[in-house]
C-alpha cells in the first residue's frame, strides 16, 4: 500500500461517509462497517493525501473523479485484483478498468470474518466480500445521487449513476464534483445493492486488471523489490527440523568481497552482502555447528507408525447418524480399507522473501504475505518495536497455496536491517524453502461400510487421523473436545444417502510443523472418501457413477455437478484403450464433479484428459473461475503422480524441482470446465478442484488394471508417468 499523511479524529457509523482532501483538493472517503468488525474512525480533513486506515472496506473518491480501493486480500494469482474491484464497480456504475487498487494495511478492521483473523486463505476472498464490498458501492452511489438531488432540487429516486458521473433528465455531474458535498451530507438509510437482473459486469468474462503490469514487469512482487542503498541476506537454517544455533566461524565468510555483516538471528546464521550472490555464496562458507533439536531422529517410518498406533483409538465425534453399531452387526457384507496419504511442500514459484528499511517513524516490510497482521506482529517483535510502528506493504505473492499464512521468513529480514541499518532483502533458495517449509499434514483414514441383504448401503464409518495444522498455527482457537475443523473437510459433509454413518477425528502430532496447503485436508479426505466409494460401487457391481447418484437424491446440487461432468466426458463410453474414474466433492461453498481419463501401457500411465462440472454459485467473473479451476487440476494432478516430503533423521530428503518435481507441459492433459449457472451466493474457487484429481485418477487406473490405489504419489506404486 502506498503510504500518505494520515489524520484520524472521533467516531463513524455504520454507513459514515468521510470527507477527505487531497495533495490538491478534497474528496470522498467510504467506510462501510460490518457488525462483528471493530468500529471504524473518522478521517478529517487533511492538508496531505488522505490516510485510509481503519475501515473494513475502503473507497475513496477524490474530486479529480478518481476511484481507489484498498483490496484487503492478497493478489496471488487467484484474482482478488479483479473480482473485488469488480464487485464495486458494479455498485457505482462505472467501468472496473477506472479503480485504481491499492493493498490495504494490517488492522483489525481487516478481519476476514469466515477466518477470524485478517487473512487471505480458505478461498474466502469472494465469499467474504460479496456483501460488504457492494454495500460499500452502494453507499457511495446512494451518497453521490442524494448530493446531486439537493444541489438540482430533483428526487433522488430519479437519479441514477453512469460512467462516473450523475445523471437527472440532461443535467449530469461528474463524482470527482460531487464527492466534497456527498460527504456533508448525514449517512444514507435504507441502502441497496443490486439485484442480480441488474448486474452489468458480475458475471462477465472481464480482462484481469493486473494483467498488463504483469506483462509490462511494472507490477511489484516480493522478489521484485528494489530500495535505495538496499543490501541483500542469505540465511543457513538449521539442516535438522527444529535444530538451533550451537556455535559458529564467520572468518571466511567476513573475508569475501561485498560481505557487509554476519550475524545469528532467531532463525539462523545470516550473510549481509552487497549481492545476493555474494550473500549466499558468504553463507556456504560460514562453518556451523547446530543442535540437533527434537526431530533428530524423526524419520517417515516413525511418522506413519505414529499415526497407525493412533488409529487404533477413538476420535472425536465429527458427526452421528443412525446406530452405526446395531448396522454394522446386522449387516454381514462389508468393506473396509485404509488410506495413506504424504506429506507435502508448498513448492510456491516465488521462494520466500522480505525486504526491511527502518525509517523515522519506525519499520516498513515489504512481503508476499497472505496475513498482513501476523506478519506485522513478527516484525514488531523481532524489532523490538510496538506494532503501529511497524508497516507492513503487501506485494503481489508469486504463489501462496497457504504457504505465505505462515511468517517465518520475516524476522531474520527485520533482524539483519537492524544490525546493518540499511534496506535488506532476506532471499530464500529453493533448497531452503524445500526443507524448511511447514509441510501439508500426513495422514492415515479407515473407512468401513456394511450392505443389507439387498444390496443397499447401511453403514458407513470414517475414522481419521492426522495432525492439526490449527493446533500449531492458530492455538486456542479450537475449544477443547472439538474436531479442528481445516482437518475434517471432505468428510463433516459426507452427501451420500445411508441410514448409519459415523465419523470421527483422532488428532496425532507428527513431531514437526504442519501448515495449510491448498485445499487443507479436502485433499486428504476426499480421495479417502471418493477411492472408498468406488470400492463399494465395485462391491455390489454397479457402475461408480450411477452407484453415487442412486445415493444422491436429496442431494441437488450434488448431483447436477455428477450428470453434468459425466455428461461431458461421455461417461462409460471413453475412446478405445483409455478408463474413466469419477470424483465428487463440495467445499468452500462450491460443488465439484471431475471424470479422469487416462491409458496404460504396461505400468507407463498416461492422464489424457480431465472433465470438472462446477456450481460455485454466482459467478463473479467465469473466466477467472475457469482459470483457477484449471490451475487447481494442474496442481492436483502434479501431487498426485509425483509430489511427497521424506524425512529422514529430522532431514527433508526433497531439494529441489529435480527431486521434488512438477507436472511438464507434455504431461498435462486436455483440461475441460464446464461452469453451471446458479443463484447461489458465491462459493470459492482458489482451491477445491484440487481435492478431485488424486481419486478421479485412481479411481480409472483401477478400471484400468483392478488394482486399488490407497497411498500417493501414485508413481511410488509401480507406475511410471
Known amino acids: 500500500m502506498t503510504t500518505s499523511s494520515r489524520s484520524l479524529t472521533g467516531e463513524l457509523s455504520r454507513r459514515g461517509f468521510l470527507k477527505s482532501t487531497a495533495t490538491a483538493a478534497g474528496g470522498l472517503v467510504i ?97 467474504e466480500a460479496w456483501d460488504k464490498i457492494r454495500m460499500a458501492g452502494a453507499e457511495a452511489r446512494t451518497r453521490l445521487i442524494a448530493a446531486a438531488a439537493k444541489q438540482w432540487g430533483a428526487p ?6 453512469a460512467d462516473g458521473y450523475v445523471v437527472f433528465t440532461s443535467r449530469r455531474a461528474s463524482f470527482g464534483e460531487l464527492a466534497e458535498a456527498a460527504a456533508a451530507l448525514p449517512a444514507p438509510e435504507n ?30 512482487f516480493g522478489i521484485d ?58 553463507r556456504d562458507a560460514l ?59 508448498h513448492a510456491t514459484l516465488e521462494p520466500q522473501n522480505c525486504t526491511v528499511e527502518f525509517r523515522d517513524d ?36 508469486g504463489g501462496g497455496f497457504g504457504r505465505r499464512l505462515d511468517v517465518d521468513f520475516v524476522p531474520a529480514a527485520v533482524e539483519c536491517a537492524k544490525a546493518v541499518n540499511k534496506p535488506v532483502k532476506l532471499l530464500w533458495t529453493r533448497e531452503d524453502d524445500t526443507t524448511h517449509d511447514k509441510y501439508r499434514p500426513p495422514a492415515r483414514n479407515t473407512l468401513s461400510a456394511a450392505f443389507d441383504d439387498n444390496g443397499r448401503l447401511n453403514t458407513v464409518k470414517v475414522h481419521l487421523v492426522a495432525p492439526s495444522v490449527t493446533a500449531r498455527w492458530a492455538p486456542g482457537a479450537v475449544p477443547q473436545g472439538t474436531p479442528d475443523p481445516f482437518a475434517i473437510e471432505a468428510a463433516h459433509n459426507f452427501p451420500y444417502d445411508v441410514p448409519n454413518l459415523y465419523i470421527d477425528y483422532v488428532q496425532h502430532e507428527v513431531g514437526l510443523d504442519v501448515g495449510y496447503w ?50 461431458k466426458a461421455n461417461w462409460g463410453h471413453p475412446p478405445a484403450g483409455r478408463y474413466q474414474g469419477v470424483a465428487l466433492m463440495s467445499g468452500y461453498d462450491s460443488y465439484l464433479a471431475q471424470v479422469a481419463e487416462i491409458s496404460l501401457d504396461g505400468n507407463k500411465l498416461k492422464v489424457h484428459r480431465i472433465v470438472c462440472a462446477i456450481d460455485c454459485g ?46 511438464r507441459i507434455n504431461e498435462t492433459p486436455a483440461i475441460e470446465v464446464h461452469l453451471l449457472n446458479s443463484g447461489e451466493k458465491p462459493g470459492g474457487m482458489g482451491e477445491p478442484s484440487v481435492a478431485l484429481v488424486a481419486p478421479a485418477v485412481c479411481n480409472a487406473i483401477h478400471a484400468a488394471t483392478r488394482k486399488r490405489l490407497r497411498k500417493l504419489p501414485i508413481t511410488r506404486q509401480g507406475f511410471v508417468v
Not at 517483535?381 to 505473492?397: C, D, I, R, W
Not at 473466466?623 to 529422514?648: D, H, K, M, P, R
Request: with cysteine.
Open 31 to 127: 467506510a462501510c462497517y460490518l457488525p462483528g468488525c471493530s468500529k471504524p474512525e473518522e478521517v478529517a480533513v487533511s492538508s496531505g493525501p488522505p490516510k485510509l486506515i481503519k475501515a473494513n472496506a475502503w473507497l475513496q473518491i477524490g474530486t479529480d473523479g478518481s476511484i481507489t480501493m484498498f483490496c484487503d486480500k492478497s493478489e496471488m494469482g487467484q484474482g482478488v485484483y479483479t473480482a473485488l474491484p469488480t464487485l464495486l464497480a458494479e455498485e457505482l456504475s462505472v467501468e472496473p478498468t477506472t479503480i485504481k487498487v491499492e493493498f490495504a494495511p494490517p488492522g483489525n478492521e481487516y478481519v476476514n470474518k469466515l477466518l477470524g483473523v485478517q487473512a487471505t486463505g480458505g478461498s474466502t476472498s469472494v465469499r
Open 156 to 161: 433522488p429516486q430519479s437519479c441514477t449513476v
Open 191 to 220: 441502502v441497496r445493492v443490486k439485484g442480480h437482473n441488474d448486474f452489468k459486469y458480475i458475471g462477465k468474462t472481464l480482462p484481469r486488471l493486473d494483467t498488463p503490469s504483469k506483462v509490462d514487469g511494472s507490477a511489484q
Open 225 to 282: 523489490m528494489r530500495l535505495p542503498g538496499m543490501l541483500y541476506a542469505a540465511l543457513a537454517q538449521p539442516p535438522q527440523l527444529g535444530g538451533t544455533v550451537k556455535s559458529f566461524n564467520a572468518d571466511k565468510a567476513k573475508a569475501m568481497p561485498g560481505v557487509r555483516e554476519v550475524l545469528q538471528t532467531s532463525s539462523g546464521v545470516a550473510v549481509v552482502a552487497d549481492t545476493w550472490w555474494q550473500a549466499k555464496t558468504a
Open 287 to 345: 562453518d556451523i555447528q547446530w543442535n540437533p533439536g527434537a526431530a533428530a531422529k524423526l524419520t517417515n517410518a516413525s511418522i506413519y507408525a505414529g499415526l497407525k498406533t493412533a488409529s487404533s483409538g477413538k476420535g472425536l465425534d465429527v458427526r452421528k447418524e443412525g446406530d452405526v453399531d446395531a448396522g454394522w452387526k446386522a449387516n454381514r457384507r462389508r468393506v473396509e480399507a485404509t488410506y495413506e496419504l504424504p506429506m507435502l511442500a
Open 362 to 397: 519506525g519499520c516498513h516490510v515489504y512481503a508476499p504475505t497472505q496475513v498482513q497482521g501476523m506478519a506485522q506482529a513478527a516484525a514488531a517483535q523481532a524489532a523490538g518495536l510496538p506494532p503501529e510502528k511497524v508497516f507492513v506493504h503487501t506485494t503481489f505473492l
Open 518 to 567: 491448498r485445499s487443507v485436508s479436502h485433499a486428504l479426505n476426499c480421495f479417502t472418501i471418493e477411492s472408498f466409494m468406488d470400492e463399494l460401487a465395485a462391491e455390489v457391481q454397479l457402475d461408480p457413477v450411477d452407484f453415487r447418484r442412486s445415493l444422491l437424491a436429496r442431494q441437488p446440487r450434488w448431483l447436477a455437478v455428477l450428470d453434468a461432468a459425466a455428461r
Open 618 to 663: 454466482q459467478m463473479v467473473n467465469p473466466g477467472i473461475v475457469q482459470a483457477q479451476a484449471e490451475g487447481g487440476i494442474v496442481f492436483g494432478l502434479t501431487a498426485a503422480l509425483f509430489s511427497e516430503i521424506n524425512v529422514v533423521n529430522g532431514k527433508v530428503q526433497e531439494q529441489n524441482f529435480d527431486t521434488y518435481r512438477l507436472l
